[in-house]
């Protein structure tokens, strides 16, 4: 399954397609998600400079002559907070890392910055991966409690 830029568009529950994806796959299929990552050095950045939403993609789309609009991004994921909630729908993580996106690359001069006040410098690029294996013998964890209030 391929789930690409859809995980942060989703305005409730979340794991409902984590799960949705779960059922339908065989034992051992896989689930490649991709989203941005509010924990990149952009995002970063954004936060330091005080001006703008630290989300990679914040803005509103204007309506079309329809009046109708897409849903923006409704929550970003920190790169941590993607794989728990893979995990916590059933699958083992096999690879999960960030990539930079070249419109962004002069927030890399941030990240000594980071190393030098005990900050971890993995995963801060602008998009993150997941790719997951379904593994019929793991629990569920319908409501992850990073995710939901109780």
């Known amino acids: 399954i391929l789930a690409t830029e859809i995980i942060e568009h989703m305005t409730h529950d979340p794991m409902w397609m984590l799960l949705e994806s779960r059922r339908v796959l065989a034992d051992g299929g896989y689930l490649l998600i991709s989203t941005p990552n509010i924990g990149s050095i952009t995002s970063v ?13 914040f803005k509103y789309e204007r ?14 994921y920190t790169t941590h907070e993607l794989g728990k909630a893979v995990k916590a729908a059933g699958f083992d993580v096999e690879r999960l890392f960030t ?3 070249a419109e962004f ?7 000594p910055f980071l190393a030098l006040n005990g900050y971890s410098t993995e995963n801060r690029g602008e998009q993150t991966w997941c790719l997951a294996r379904k593994n019929a013998s793991l629990p569920v964890e319908r409501y992850p409690p990073f995710l939901y209030e109780a």
């Open 45 to 57: 950045a954004k936060t330091l400079e005080g001006r703008d939403n630290p989300q990679i993609f």
């Open 99 to 101: 990539t930079f996106i």
């Open 63 to 76: 309506p079309g002559p329809d009046g109708g609009s897409e849903i923006g991004h409704v929550r970003e």
């Open 105 to 111: 690359l002069g927030h890399e001069k941030l990240l």
